[in-house]
């Protein structure tokens, strides 16, 4: 058994049965990184086998060798945001998520490559090198979290750290054919970790199924006093209703014609996964989403308008440090206007309550990840790919609300398809057990791309 392809929560099974050694497991990782890393420039730090092992009081994550996006500051770890400004930068502290992560007994096993700054979705690095895809190494892995999903697809790690903006934790999940959850806004604190933008940015998992994501969010989650996003609610109880199954679930499936503006094999992968949940007793019904068109856009807007307020005097001062893309979008943020911001806030309070309205009447909504699979690397555009592949990501930002990829499907050549599942604002619980009735329904989750070759 190669232990680095087990899963979180089979992992965490065979160490608590003594089955497994917890230094075995982060040996499989590490070798796994030795061998593979050179060729899909996953991480832009490794932290050496001999790294000692954390006992924690909470054991939930004993032993587990967790990848963490190069955004999430480290103790003594070099904290890069993938860009030339931040090379040599060692933090003094942990992130919050971090420190919870090391709490519960998780060992962190190397900072993953991210498109510079978090403002893109290709993982093309300037500074560190492009994360190159799994499943085809000619085509991109999707970003920013491209790093974390490439770690876990490649099973270089057990499960990921990555942050999400308008879609940066479920795009590369999605081209990378692994399960990626964006929690509800102000679920994770964000303390720790460099913002792209206050008002959209969120922390969350990448894993190998929707299980180990609840494994992760369990951890993760919770109220943070010093973290301003941070919201104090109940804490989230993620396993409780996880095998209670979609009878009589009602269900929306996105339709119309801003959703049918994507591949057809994606369209098709996602109308047959309806299929399967009106198989295990569910009610679908399809519902124009046209409006989510207007909520990307504003989700792009603010991006971009917030990125450029956070890295003003960078750009000032060192506009060449960037790379070309991401120089283009933070100037391109920083000549909108202050009318044009409003009107985006108007925007997103206005999405906000569609949503409320639509989840009223629906437990989960389902729609594709992302409207193609994954593009060739060599001649892309990632300011064009940006508002190509966060087209169905990026509403969910601006709302705030839960969503989660996971596979549904391969185009014919042999690239994953995701579909997303989005609830409304604190329903993690029902968007987990939507995701895990279809993955125990369906096994696209156990391929796994050929990297023995």
């Not at 990184?33 to 054991?59: H, K, M, Q, V, Y």
């Not at 085509?139 to 940066?168: K, Q």
């Not at 399960?179 to 969120?202: A, C």
């Not at 301003?228 to 209670?244: E, N, R, T």
């Given at each position: 058994m190669n232990?680095s392809?087990?899963t ?10 003594k ?7 982060a040996k ?8 593979l890393?050179?060729?899909l420039?996953?991480f832009?730090t490794?932290l050496?086998?001999e790294t000692p ?5 909470n054991?939930?994550l004993h032993g587990?060798?967790i990848?963490?996006?190069?955004l ?7 904290t890069?945001?993938g860009?030339k ?22 060992v962190?096993i190397?900072?993953?490559n991210?498109h510079?700054?978090?403002?893109g979705v290709t993982n093309n690095n300037?500074?560190?090198g492009?994360?190159?895809?799994p499943?085809?190494m000619?085509?991109?892995a999707?970003?920013?979290s491209?790093g974390?999903?490439?770690?876990v697809a490649a ?8 942050t ?7 795009i590369?999940a ?10 509800t806004h102000g679920?994770?604190s964000?303390r ?6 206050w008002?959209?940015?969120?922390a969350?998992p990448?894993?190998k199924?929707v299980?180990?994501?609840a494994?992760?969010?369990?951890v ?9 996003a ?7 109880d ?15 499936l996105a339709?119309?014609s801003f959703?049918?503006?994507s591949?057809p094999q ?15 007793g569910?009610?679908?019904?399809e519902?124009d ?6 909520a990307?856009?504003?989700n792009?807007?603010m991006?971009?308008?917030d ?6 005097e960078r750009?000032k001062?060192?506009?060449?440090w ?6 283009q979008r933070?100037e391109?943020g920083a000549a ?8 985006a806030r108007?925007?997103q309070?206005?999405?906000?309550r569609?949503?409320e309205?639509?989840?009223?009447k ?5 729609l594709?990840?992302t ?7 060599e ?5 064009e790919q ?5 087209r ?6 601006l709302?705030g609300?839960p ?6 499907g391969?185009?014919?050549d ?5 579909l997303?599942?989005?609830?409304r604002?604190?329903?993690e ?7 895990h009735a279809?993955e ?6 156990q391929?796994k ?5």
């Amino acid at each position: 058994m190669n232990l680095s392809s087990l899963t979180l929560t089979q992992a965490r099974d065979l160490i608590r049965r003594k089955e497994i050694d917890v230094s075995d497991l982060a040996k499989a990782c590490h070798r796994e990184i030795e061998r593979l890393n050179p060729s899909l420039n996953a991480f832009i730090t490794i932290l050496p086998p001999e790294t000692p092992i954390p006992r924690g009081n909470n054991p939930q994550l004993h032993g587990i060798p967790i990848g963490v996006k190069d955004l999430y500051e480290t103790k003594g770890i070099r904290t890069t945001a993938g860009t030339k400004f931040f090379a040599d930068y060692v933090p003094a502290e942990d992130s919050y998520v971090v420190q919870k992560v090391k709490e519960a007994g998780g060992v962190i096993i190397g900072k993953t490559n991210t498109h510079e700054i978090a403002l893109g979705v290709t993982n093309n690095n300037p500074h560190f090198g492009a994360c190159k895809n799994p499943w085809d190494m000619a085509r991109i892995a999707g970003g920013s979290s491209g790093g974390s999903a490439v770690a876990v697809a490649a099973d270089m790690c057990i499960a990921a750290l990555g942050t999400d903006t308008g879609g940066s934790i479920r795009i590369p999940a999605s081209l990378c054919g692994v399960v990626g959850f964006k929690p509800t806004h102000g679920r994770v604190s964000l303390r720790g970790i460099f913002p792209l933008s206050w008002n959209l940015d969120h922390a969350g998992p990448l894993t190998k199924s929707v299980q180990d994501a609840a494994w992760m969010l369990q951890v993760i989650a919770g109220y943070d006093p010093l973290d301003p996003a941070s919201i104090k609610v109940l804490p989230g109880d993620f396993f409780s209703h996880l095998l209670d199954g979609m009878s009589e679930r009602k269900i929306a499936l996105a339709g119309g014609s801003f959703i049918e503006q994507s591949d057809p094999q994606v369209l098709s992968a996602v109308r047959e996964a309806a299929h399967v949940f009106e198989a295990m007793g569910a009610h679908v019904e399809e519902v124009d989403t046209a409006w989510l068109r207007e909520a990307a856009l504003a989700n792009g807007l603010m991006t971009t308008a917030d990125g450029a307020a956070f890295h003003r005097e960078r750009l000032k001062e060192h506009p060449e440090w960037f790379g070309a893309d991401v120089r283009q979008r933070l100037e391109m943020g920083a000549a909108y206007t202050s009318g044009e911001y409003s009107l985006a806030r108007r925007t997103q309070a206005e999405m906000r309550r569609k949503c409320e309205l639509l989840f009223e009447k629906y437990d989960v909504m389902l729609l594709p990840s992302t409207p193609i699979s994954a593009s060739a690397i060599e001649g892309e555009d990632a300011v064009e790919q940006a508002r190509l592949l966060t087209r169905f990501t990026a509403p969910f930002n601006l709302t705030g609300l839960p969503a989660l990829s996971m596979p549904c499907g391969f185009t014919k050549d042999g690239m994953p398809i995701g579909l997303q599942i989005v609830s409304r604002a604190w329903n993690e619980a029902g968007v987990i057990r939507a995701g895990h009735a279809y993955e125990q329904a369906t096994e696209w989750h156990q391929r796994k791309p050929n990297l023995n070759g």
